[in-house]
């Protein structure tokens, strides 16, 4: 059977049962573990399915998997680019955004990596990855969007400094800069943000001019904004004029 023939396959078997084990799915097409881990390693890149630790799902309707299911071609594609700007022996922040989980497949290119995160699906998935020290901050978890937050989560990301720091938001706009659906959240990226050498604000070209509930940074908080191919010459021109750099 060909890739592109098991592939498809796998995602007929999500939609029946909604999450699969690798090896229900090597089983299942009569393969190796290791030749269906590249198939959702490939179907994650595109943003068709979530990887699970030792399986896949399908997005599901809510928390964490409601945000990754929106978009899953644009988030794709910046998590790609964004990946791209790691380089082997970082260190890195990388917050609970579903954005930023999509690098978690070209990160695995690296041969040494230090991820300081709270984020417990990119611990899932990243874990036990040859030459990578994984670092999650403690806290209290929020079981929705399955990442931990609080005092202790900020206290704990306060006590290191990154090379560089993966962060998302809700909305962003030349006149309001970074919002956030809520408190947690923009603490979060606040403390990452101002602890790395640079930060990376990965945003797809709907939360683009659009302002969230709560207003918490300024565009300096950021060295760069990486974002979609859907983002408009107006605004790349209103932003690049603004002193944005863009990534895209």
């Known amino acids: 059977m060909s890739s592109k023939a098991r592939q498809k396959g796998i995602l007929e078997q999500l939609k029946v049962g909604e999450e699969s084990s690798v090896k229900e799915l090597a089983d299942l097409f009569e393969t190796s573990d290791i030749t269906i881990r590249r198939d959702l390693v490939a179907l994650s890149e595109k943003g068709l399915l979530v990887r699970t630790h030792g399986g896949a799902m399908l997005p599901e309707s809510t928390g964490f998997h409601q945000k990754e299911s929106r978009n899953n071609e644009a988030k794709a594609y910046i998590g790609k680019l964004a990946a791209s700007y790691v380089k082997a022996g970082d260190i890195i922040f990388m917050d ?6 999509q690098m978690c497949a070209h990160l695995r290119k690296l041969e040494r990596l230090t991820i300081i995160t709270n984020s417990l699906p990119i611990v899932s998935e990243l874990l036990g990855q040859p030459g990578f020290t994984i670092n999650l901050a403690g806290g209290e978890i929020d079981v929705g969007r399955k990442a931990v937050h609080g005092r202790v989560a900020l206290e704990h990301i306060a006590r290191y400094k990154a090379d560089k720091a993966f ?13 956030a659906s809520g408190e947690k959240e923009a603490s979060m990226t606040l403390a990452m943000g101002s602890r790395a050498k640079e930060t990376y604000l990965l945003c797809d070209g709907t939360k683009l001019e659009k302002d969230s509930y709560l207003q918490f940074a300024a565009p300096s908080l950021f060295d760069f904004l990486v974002t979609d191919k859907s983002v408009t010459t107006d605004i790349i021109n209103k932003y690049r004029k603004a002193g944005i750099r863009l990534v895209c």
Do not use: K
């Not at 962060?167 to 919002?179: M, W």
């Open 96 to 101: 609970c955004g579903s954005t930023v989980f």
């Open 167 to 179: 962060v998302g938001v809700d909305g962003f706009s030349l006149a309001n800069g970074l919002s």
